[in-house]
């Protein structure tokens, strides 16, 4: 087999490599605006519905797939209820083996995605987002100072799960 014939081959398998790939959003052509309305807040922890609304309105504008919209002009409603939110402690202090010096906060949200005029949800799923922080004094103050990070996680797990759906 000469050179060019060779040549041929390799591109060939190549560019069949890449039959299947699609730059750009997999959203249908239908679906271009999302209301994202006030997080439901079913673990009682104060402003964490506030935090995680922003930082998930703030992750769309970011991510640029689909755009905001008020509820009566969307494609798509996201409802979003905070489940969970939990402290881990992850490492100790060497000198006193039962005081926390790092801490994993961890929130959980079930979502659900309608899109207008459906007779029930088109997506539901359950996501998390979670932060490391270190732990010196206040507990209370160090896990306020952590939560915005959490949110923005969490925030980027349900946009992501929102726009890889499909």
């Not at 249908?28 to 006030?38: A, Y």
């Not at 506030?50 to 002009?73: C, K, M, Y």
Request: proline share 5%.
């Amino acid at each position: 087999m000469n050179h060019t014939a060779w040549a041929a081959a390799a591109a060939a398998v190549f560019l069949t490599g890449c039959a299947g790939y699609r730059l750009g959003s997999t959203l249908p052509p239908d679906l271009r605006t999302v209301h994202v309305p006030p997080f439901v807040n079913r673990v009682g922890e104060p402003q964490l519905d506030s935090a995680a609304t922003r930082a998930t309105i703030q992750e769309f504008q970011r991510d640029g797939n689909l755009r905001l919209a008020d509820a009566d002009l969307a494609d798509a409603v996201l409802r979003v209820t905070l489940t969970g939110f939990e402290l881990e402690p992850l490492r100790y202090d060497r000198d006193q083996s039962k005081t926390a010096r790092e801490y994993r906060l961890r929130i959980t949200a079930e979502l659900t995605l309608q899109r207008r005029g459906a007779a029930g949800p088109e997506m539901q799923r359950r996501v998390q987002g979670e932060t490391t922080f270190d732990f010196a004094g206040d507990l209370s103050s160090a896990k306020q100072r952590a939560l915005p990070d959490a949110a923005r996680d969490l925030a980027h797990q349900i946009v992501s799960a929102v726009v890889e759906y499909w």
